[in-house]
């Protein structure tokens, strides 16, 4: 696998539940961020987390990072339509380059 | 507040035609700069980067070129295109914490 492979590919939910998609890497990281795109749209960058941190929030998003597995997950509480998008993760390893995982493809039913 | 400009939005080109895609930041100062490519359906694949005037890494070896003219502006060119130069093509910035903030996009085909 890839640096940066998101897990499941393709996820759909009701609406009030919550989502949870992972990310694997490969590397040393500094940190992992997390990005939305809705279809045909550039990324939007929701949330980054550092190497040395283990969890982080930002409103209905929970962040968590596990160096020693090289994983990371994103989980969005209470998802509603709105939140219907691809999520990326990408990896920071401090050398300018950003690598992209191929993304989770979130879908939430009204 | 930062913004970031790509045009146009949509290109339809015949194979062996040249290309100019144009990336503009404003609010921001030398900032790095990126330009991905997307397939349909799939992640992001870094093709150039520069941390300056004039200063371009490429990623992957292909038909595309970049140029920095101006700290703010980032060009990406081809002088023939292929048909597997389709695709969306994203220019980003990256701020203080690295995070990267997105253009939204250049939708390019070539038939």
């Known amino acids: 696998s890839q640096q940066g492979e998101e897990d499941p590919q393709a996820l759909s939910i009701q609406e009030g539940e919550n989502a949870t998609m992972n990310c694997s890497y490969k590397t040393s990281i500094n940190n992992l961020q997390w990005y939305r795109q809705n279809s045909g749209r550039g990324l939007v960058h929701l949330i980054l987390i550092r190497s040395n941190e283990r969890e982080k929030h930002s409103g209905r998003l929970r962040v968590t990072l596990d160096t020693s597995k090289k994983s990371s997950s994103l989980l969005i509480t209470a998802s509603r339509a709105a939140d219907t998008a691809s999520y990326f993760c990408a990896t920071d390893s401090g050398t300018y380059k950003y690598i992209f995982g191929t993304g989770t493809r979130l879908k939430v039913l009204a | 507040s930062q913004t970031i400009h790509q045009w146009p939005a949509t290109l339809v080109q015949p194979v062996g035609s040249p290309l100019s895609l144009e990336c503009t930041v404003e609010?921001?100062?030398?900032?790095?700069l990126y330009w991905y490519r997307q397939a349909a359906g799939r992640g992001l694949q870094l093709l150039f980067y520069?941390?300056?005037?004039?200063?371009i890494s490429s990623e992957v070896p292909q038909n595309l070129s970049a140029s920095r003219p101006q700290d703010r502006q980032f060009i990406l060119s081809s002088k023939k295109l292929l048909l597997s130069d389709s695709g969306f093509y994203l220019c980003?910035?990256?701020?203080?914490?690295?995070?990267?903030?997105f253009g939204p996009g250049t939708r390019l085909t070539v038939l």
């Open positions: 980003a910035w990256s701020g203080f914490y690295n995070e990267q903030f």
């Open positions: 520069s941390v300056g005037i004039g200063q």
């Open positions: 609010g921001t100062s030398n900032p790095n």
